[in-house]
């Protein structure tokens, strides 16, 4: 982690989210409880969360901590019991499930685990598939163009069984990214990659969070890649702090 750039940015966080952080993701005093009576669990604890436009933001911590709730929320995919989410100056909580369901698809993407890519579609028609479904007048990115960037262009024509797990998470990041999101939201992009693939894909996600200011949250076990953020949380029993 670049510590200038940390230094400076941790100086120029006010309580009031600035302009960059309004083009981002906030959320206020997020709670969120699971199950009934006895056994109720806050899988997220007052959760307090700024990702500014062009940032990328990484958290970690033990399974079972509330890092799949805490993105689950974020992407409009649940509801909090109490707190707010904005993305891009767009509440998120106070909308409609209708309204909520139409901000996700203009605002947000998601990369998953292993791609999560559909098995009959060649990677071309993987990133052309969303654009399908976005709003009438959506600005997106031109899917060759984009798995050009990714490094995937000569594979265009592939389906998932014919590519290496990078290869497959890589085209998941470009079909996350082809409706120009403004909040990319990335679970465990490395947890089925060696090494070597899993530096090259967080970079990969770091490089595309600061060209496009896309604000990115990427929840990890992998402590090696931490350095390629530009900000890290850790998540705790549904609290989550800044290391």
């Not at 909090?80 to 993305?87: A, E, K, L, M, N």
């Amino acid at each position: 982690m670049n510590t200038h750039t940390e230094t400076t940015r941790q100086a120029s966080r006010p309580d009031t989210p600035g302009p960059a952080h309004q083009d981002g993701l906030i959320m206020r005093d997020v709670t969120m409880l699971l199950g009934d009576g006895e056994d109720t669990v806050r899988a997220l604890d007052s959760v307090h969360l700024t990702v500014a436009a062009g940032e990328f933001a990484a958290i970690v911590g033990p399974s079972g901590s509330g890092k799949s709730s805490l993105l689950a929320v974020a992407g409009g995919l649940a509801a909090p019991d109490s707190g707010t989410v904005t993305i891009a100056g767009r509440p998120m909580t106070a909308a409609s499930r209708r309204a909520r369901t139409a901000l996700r698809r203009d605002l947000v993407g998601f990369v998953f685990q292993s791609g999560n890519l559909l098995p009959a579609l060649t990677a071309i028609d993987q990133l052309r598939l969303p654009t399908r479904f976005a709003s009438p007048g959506a600005v997106g990115r031109d899917p060759m163009d984009l798995l050009t960037e990714v490094g995937m262009a000569g594979k265009a024509d592939r389906r998932p069984h014919q590519l290496s797990g990078g290869e497959r998470q890589r085209v998941g990041i470009a079909r996350a990214l082809v409706t120009g999101p403004r909040l990319l939201l990335v679970d465990e992009p490395t947890a089925a990659l060696d090494q070597a693939r899993s530096r090259d894909i967080v970079q990969m996600l770091a490089r595309e969070t600061r060209q496009h200011a896309v604000a990115t949250v990427m929840v990890t076990h992998d402590t090696e890649v931490l350095q390629y953020c530009d900000s890290v949380y850790e998540m705790m029993d549904g609290a989550l702090s800044k290391k």
